[in-house]
């Protein structure tokens, strides 16, 4: 009966000591792994895709990563915000690891597409609404200059607003701007005006003055229009004129001589 006693008591013990040494040899284990990849695994390559409006030394400088760092310890998401901070027209980044040595940043960055005036100054905004930089003038920017609606204290990285009384329309202008955006038309358009209430208008490739509704929800289908009346030769691209798309059937008032 003693013996039996004892045999168990030995094998618990057993148990107890092989638990614990299994439990052991896996913190050994992974301090032995966490070690070498201390120790191995550094940046020794940063590279970038995607790069335009910045050069990829900037934004591997604004990621704050630099050559030796622990390639594990190089975290995305910390990353890329610092990237986001410093790089205003960066609107999405990916950080992956290329084992053993090499980082890959990849960005695409935002669509410039309008200037707004704020202040003395005017402001580059991208068609999402941020406010992607500051210029003197609406013709340093390069894109569409917009009347009829004032940025309310602008700052470069913030999302553009506006006063109370103008929010319809920049919400209208918002809508227009994806529309444009996805059917490729917006370089095309180099003034938006929306001064009047009930309508806007644009001036697309130069020649063309385009009336759309302020309140319309379907400024997609609206460029759909305007631009198969164009490829169609509905409208001569030597004509010059208005496009009225504000009434049930799309309007081309051609410019006369003297008018």
């Not at 030995?10 to 052991?24: E, H, I």
Request: glycine share 8%; aromatic share 6%; proline share 3%.
């Amino acid at each position: 009966m003693a013996s039996r006693r004892s045999n168990k008591r030995k094998r618990r013990d057993r148990g107890r000591f092989g638990f614990l040494y299994k439990a052991l040899s896996l913190v050994i284990i992974l301090v032995v792994v966490a070690a070498g990849c201390v120790v191995f695994f550094r940046v020794e390559e940063i590279a970038v895709s995607g790069a335009g409006k910045y050069t990829a030394q900037e934004i591997i400088d604004a990621s704050g990563v630099e050559k030796g760092d622990n390639l594990f310890l190089v975290g995305g998401s910390r990353t890329a915000q610092k990237i986001y901070s410093a790089l205003p027209y960066v609107d999405e980044v990916n950080i992956r690891h290329a084992l053993p040595d090499a980082l890959v940043i990849t960005v695409t960055e935002r669509t410039p597409a309008v200037v707004v005036q704020g202040g003395e100054s005017w402001w580059i905004v991208d068609v999402k609404g941020k406010i992607l930089e500051e210029v003197a003038s609406p013709q340093a920017a390069g894109v569409a200059e917009v009347s009829g609606l004032t940025a309310l204290l602008p700052a470069v990285g913030t999302t553009l607003a506006v006063e109370e009384a103008e929010r319809f329309r920049l919400d209208s202008l918002m809508e227009l701007l994806a529309a444009l955006f996805q059917r490729d038309m917006l370089k095309e358009v180099s003034a938006i005006d929306l001064t009047s209430a009930a309508e806007l208008s644009l001036v697309y490739d130069g020649r063309l003055t385009v009336k759309m509704p302020m309140s319309s929800e379907d400024y997609l289908e609206l460029t759909r229009v305007l631009a198969e009346s164009m490829a169609q030769g509905i409208i001569q691209p030597n004509e010059t004129g208005i496009v009225d798309l504000t009434l049930d059937q799309p309007r081309f008032i051609p410019e006369t001589a003297g008018s």
